[in-house]
């Protein structure tokens, strides 16, 4: 689906989040003048998951207008999640041509995109407009788009039902940009490992679909397991390399899985702790199989995470390829809701 088309919504006279928000959660985002305190509606979800508490959880401010850049990062650091969205509504042409406007916040820092907090938010906004509808004029019993507008670009979520009944979300990345390949034995002196620990069926190589990681394809599962966060040295290594700071980590991938159904194991150990699922890594590793002939063209690799944390996490990806050039980074699953509040400010 080419990203001009249905830009915002696919349904008979769909609604703008602006006009949605104003008819679901009359609380959100108002303020009580008498006593000067504003009251913000959130939404956490579990993503990448169809089980609750599993996956990987998500806070999704769902209007966040009068919020200010250090209120957000307050926010961001009272959920301590790994991330958190705040949404910004805007009148529904703009959405329409633009997408929705959403920014995304880990404890500690704004980054201009993340896998889990794109499906996630598309989710929860996708059911918000389906609520509008059921109490408003009789239009469409579904939405197959949302586009969210991030610091990265446009980024279209696509939403179909699956075998099971379940909504399942799927989510187009920036096209892949392919960085420096690292030699082996370095990164395995780095990361305290032998040389033999990591597979040499394809290269350790930085990429990008949005965020930067360093793909490491480790040879056995036991080794997958046991790893620990990176020693500083393997973090003074990636400042060297230029990239944006703060940005940059490594992604553990192994093909030894033991399970026919599941393409790949991985783990996101990074500097701040372990991650239940990666979706912006889970997209540079479908843009970096492709490349390397580990996942055929349009083929669907199921990528497992977070296990070790007691997370599980289930990533759905693929991509295409045209000559040389990876393209059209798809990354999906599912997301159920856990809970939702009202923060007072």
Same mark, same amino acid.
């Given at each position: 689906?080419?990203?001009?088309?249905? *830009?915002?919504?696919?349904?008979?006279?769909?609604?703008?989040?602006?006009?949605?928000?104003?008819?679901?959660?009359? !609380?959100?985002?108002? +303020?009580?003048?008498?006593?000067?305190?504003?009251? /913000?509606?959130?939404?956490?979800?579990?993503?990448?998951?169809?089980?609750?508490?599993?996956?990987?959880?998500?806070?999704?401010?769902?209007?966040?207008?009068?919020?200010?850049?250090?209120?957000?990062?307050? &926010?961001?650091?009272?959920?301590?999640?790994?991330?958190?969205? /705040?949404?910004?509504?805007?009148?529904?042409?703009?959405?329409?041509?633009?997408?929705?406007?959403?920014?995304? /916040?880990?404890?500690?820092?704004?980054?201009?995109?993340?896998?889990?907090?794109?499906?996630?938010? !598309?989710?929860?906004?996708? *059911? &918000?407009?389906?609520?509008? #509808?059921?109490?408003?004029? =009789?239009? +469409?019993?579904?939405?197959?788009?949302?586009?969210?507008?991030?610091?990265?670009?446009?980024? $279209?979520?696509?939403?179909?039902?699956? #075998?099971?009944?379940?909504? /399942?979300?799927?989510?187009?990345?920036?096209?892949?940009?392919?960085?420096?390949?690292?030699?082996?034995?370095?990164? =395995?002196?780095?990361?305290?490992?032998?040389?033999?620990?990591?597979?040499?069926?394809?290269?350790?190589?930085?990429?990008? %679909?949005?965020?930067?990681?360093?793909?490491?394809?480790?040879?056995?599962? *036991? %080794? &997958?397991?046991?790893?620990?966060?990176?020693?500083?040295? !393997?973090?003074?290594?990636?400042?060297?390399?230029?990239? $944006?700071?703060?940005?940059?980590?490594?992604?553990?991938?192994?093909?030894?899985?033991?399970?026919?159904?599941?393409?790949?194991?991985?783990?996101?150990?990074?500097?701040?702790?372990?991650?239940?699922?990666?979706?912006?890594?889970?997209?540079?590793?479908?843009?970096?199989?492709?490349?390397?002939?580990?996942?055929?063209?349009?083929?669907?690799?199921?990528?497992? #995470?977070?296990?070790?944390?007691?997370?599980?996490?289930?990533?759905?990806?693929?991509?295409?390829?045209?000559?040389?050039?990876?393209?059209?980074?798809?990354?999906?699953?599912?997301?159920? #809701?856990?809970?939702?509040?009202?923060?007072?400010?």
């Amino acid at each position: 689906m080419k990203r001009s088309r249905r *830009s915002f919504l696919q349904t008979a006279g769909a609604v703008g989040v602006a006009a949605t928000l104003g008819q679901v959660g009359s !609380a959100t985002a108002h +303020s009580n003048a008498d006593q000067g305190i504003r009251s /913000f509606r959130c939404v956490q979800i579990d993503v990448f998951t169809s089980r609750r508490l599993e996956g990987n959880a998500l806070a999704v401010f769902t209007d966040a207008r009068g919020l200010s850049d250090a209120e957000m990062q307050d &926010l961001a650091r009272e959920t301590n999640l790994q991330e958190t969205t /705040f949404v910004f509504p805007r009148d529904a042409a703009t959405e329409r041509e633009q997408g929705v406007n959403v920014r995304i /916040f880990v404890p500690n820092q704004e980054i201009p995109f993340g896998g889990h907090p794109t499906l996630g938010t !598309a989710m929860v906004l996708r *059911s &918000l407009c389906l609520k509008s #509808q059921e109490s408003g004029p =009789a239009s +469409s019993n579904d939405i197959a788009e949302i586009t969210l507008d991030l610091k990265v670009g446009r980024i $279209p979520v696509v939403f179909r039902t699956d #075998q099971s009944g379940s909504v /399942f979300g799927e989510m187009r990345q920036v096209d892949p940009i392919f960085g420096p390949v690292h030699d082996r034995d370095t990164i =395995a002196s780095l990361l305290d490992l032998s040389p033999g620990d990591i597979s040499t069926e394809a290269p350790i190589q930085t990429v990008s %679909t949005g965020l930067f990681f360093i793909i490491v394809p480790i040879k056995n599962l *036991s %080794t &997958l397991q046991q790893l620990k966060v990176a020693p500083q040295k !393997a973090y003074d290594y990636i400042d060297r390399q230029k990239l $944006p700071p703060g940005l940059s980590e490594f992604y553990y991938v192994t093909r030894d899985i033991g399970d026919p159904a599941i393409g790949l194991r991985s783990r996101g150990i990074f500097s701040t702790g372990e991650d239940p699922a990666t979706g912006s890594a889970a997209g540079c590793t479908a843009g970096w199989m492709v490349r390397y002939g580990i996942a055929k063209p349009e083929e669907t690799v199921h990528i497992l #995470q977070g296990v070790e944390m007691k997370r599980p996490s289930h990533i759905y990806v693929r991509a295409t390829k045209d000559g040389d050039s990876v393209k059209n980074v798809r990354v999906g699953g599912h997301a159920v #809701q856990i809970m939702e509040a009202t923060v007072s400010l």
